[in-house]
């Protein structure tokens, strides 16, 4: 299926071609189209180009008004104010438009794929091996898991990358106790769930930083084994490849309960980079953008001072000859540029750690593994929060864990879907529940921009009104049911038919969906999708409420009404599906 030129660009196109005509000299110029409240566009460019050519703005639209070739798509065209221009559409054009996107048999709607994809790698979901995985843990999830979406929509090649924390100075901490303390892992991993398993390695994390923290002899003991961790000690190595199963397990499981695809092949941890540390530092120093300092080897950058004025390096290497997160970070930037041939790097990270990314990124422009053609983004998230606006806490004022936060939004979402049910089995009802608990905390944490902090709210997140996922699954599921009632009467396009104003306010709306998706996965803005369909599940309750559908005055008018329900559902099936969450058929 060939992809379908939207309404807005086939204005754009005859307002440039007119444009042209009525100033030459001025090129290919941009009309600037957006949409308006006082007709269906507006174009603003002409009085910018008018007091460039010095000619009268007024006359310049009137001559572009006279130049347009309006054909069947454009029913009105006037001259507004100083200059602008306000369109109208034709209601034959609405509906041929939304017809060819209807027969689009790939799902797509018509969205055209990028004219020119490239390879993205994509860090997200960064999980810790040997412990559990809290609230802070979902925004890098939930964000990264919807721009994969969007860009691989768009066609862009996407590589994607779970950095899991499975390398350093915490593992040898962990072996060491573990080995001086070997009743303390009481379990069979066979049988226990992995999230019993990993509550257990979390115990015993805890635990060993307590004695690390406390016990000087001990800490000697740990920092050896992480020297025999690194130098591949076979007993070593076998301990923490343990830790490293049994974490992955549960990874997965929680994955899961977030209805996320987490490919083994895609986790590519610390410990990925390690035999290419040393080649990272001599690359560095040979070619002076690191130096030793102290000891250590570091780079320093004349932007980036402490609050005592003396500059901040990033430390690539200890001075005792250990590797940090810089290291490790380079090497994963060398081996995503020139080993996966990636031209965009985007980084789904906490925002607290933007000056470490903005220090790593220039390091590597510095090296010259980043540049012009190579670029690398942090798609930095803000903090959840708690209904008092403070960080996310239990009531004991511990990290809230992950599952905990997610079985409790099934509950809620499961409660809702009860009261609303209409014979639905409770097997249904618990499927429901879940797709519904899981899609409330993804669209709220998408419904913000990734950068602000937004406040944990389940209550606000399950309700049937404002701007909620529950909201739109209703919409899906309500266009469903009204598609089931109308039996063998099929949706089918009438062009010929006037259109009421609901009916055009839904058609233009549903004319945007192409436009969306490639802004949103343009700018790495999954907000940009949630706001747009939040609008389209608005517009199509505004028509429900003022176009009957099966009551409608005429056979054409029922088909007609029930194919624009028809392309809302699907619109808003697969906007939701860029975003991972479902839709289901009845709730």
Request: with cysteine; glycine share 6%.
């Amino acid at each position: 299926m060939a992809s379908v030129t939207s309404l807005s660009d086939s204005v754009h196109q005859r307002l440039a071609a007119a444009l042209s005509a009525a100033l030459p000299q001025a090129g290919s110029a941009d009309p600037l189209l957006r949409r308006s409240d006082r007709a269906d566009f507006q174009a603003n460019g002409i009085l910018a180009l008018a007091k460039k050519a010095k000619a009268n703005p007024r006359e310049l639209a009137t001559q572009v008004v006279a130049r347009v070739e309006s054909g069947e798509l454009l029913q009105d065209i006037e001259v507004s104010g100083p200059g602008f221009l306000n369109i109208t559409v034709s209601d034959k054009a609405i509906t041929e438009n939304l017809s060819a996107r209807y027969a689009d048999d790939t799902g797509r709607l018509g969205v055209p794929p990028a004219e020119h994809p490239g390879t993205t790698v994509i860090d997200y979901a960064q999980p810790n091996v040997a412990k559990e995985m809290h609230v802070g843990h979902l925004r890098s999830a939930v964000i990264g898991d919807a721009v994969v979406q969007l860009l691989e929509f768009t066609g862009e090649n996407v590589v994607r990358r779970h950095h899991i924390g499975d390398w350093g100075t915490q593992f040898g901490m962990l072996i060491q106790y573990l080995d001086e303390h070997p009743h303390e892992l009481d379990h069979d991993s066979a049988e226990v769930s992995g999230e019993e398993a990993m509550s257990n390695l979390d115990r015993l994390y805890k635990a060993s930083r307590k004695l690390f923290d406390s016990d000087e002899e001990f800490k000697t003991r740990a920092r050896r084994r992480v020297v025999d961790l690194q130098a591949g000690d076979e007993k070593t190595l076998a301990m923490w490849q343990k830790f490293v199963d049994e974490s992955k397990i549960y990874f997965f499981s929680v994955f899961e309960k977030l209805d996320m695809e987490i490919r083994d092949a895609d986790i590519v941890g610390e410990s990925g980079y390690n035999d290419m540390l040393a080649e990272t530092c001599r690359l560095l120093e040979e070619s002076g953008v690191a130096v030793r300092s102290e000891g250590a080897l570091c780079v320093f950058f004349d932007d980036i001072k402490g609050p005592d004025g003396k500059p901040v390096p990033l430390i690539v290497q200890k001075s005792d000859g250990g590797y940090g997160y810089a290291a490790t970070d380079l090497s994963a930037i060398r081996d995503r540029v020139f080993h996966l041939k990636a031209d965009s790097l985007i980084y789904v990270v906490d925002a607290r750690q933007s000056l470490h990314f903005k220090m790593v990124f220039e390091t590597a422009r510095k090296a010259g593994w980043l540049n012009d053609d190579v670029k690398a983004y942090q798609l930095a998230f803000g903090t959840v929060l708690g209904k008092d606006g403070k960080p996310f806490k239990t009531r004991e004022g511990e990290t809230v864990r992950l599952v905990d936060l997610l079985d409790e939004a099934i509950d809620r979402a499961s409660a809702v879907v009860r009261e609303k049910a209409q014979d639905l089995s409770e097997e249904e009802i618990a499927e429901r529940g879940a797709q519904v608990g899981v899609g409330a905390v993804k669209y709220a944490d998408l419904s913000t921009s990734a950068n602000r902090d937004y406040k944990f709210d389940l209550d606000q997140m399950v309700s049937l009104n404002g701007d909620t996922s529950v909201y739109l699954q209703y919409a899906y599921a309500r266009i469903q049911s009204i598609l089931r009632k109308a039996g063998e009467v099929r949706p089918a396009a009438h062009p010929e038919l006037e259109l009421h104003a609901a009916e055009r306010a839904l058609g233009l709306h549903l004319d945007a969906f192409a436009e969306t998706v490639t802004e949103a996965a343009r700018e790495y803005a999954p907000h940009k999708m949630t706001a747009y369909l939040y609008q389209l599940a608005s517009l199509y309750t505004t028509f429900y409420d003022k176009c009957p559908v099966l009551k409608a005055e005429t056979p054409q008018q029922v088909e007609n009404r029930l194919f624009l329900c028809d392309i809302t559902a699907r619109t808003l099936h697969r906007g939701m599906s860029l975003l991972g969450i479902r839709t289901p058929e009845r709730l």
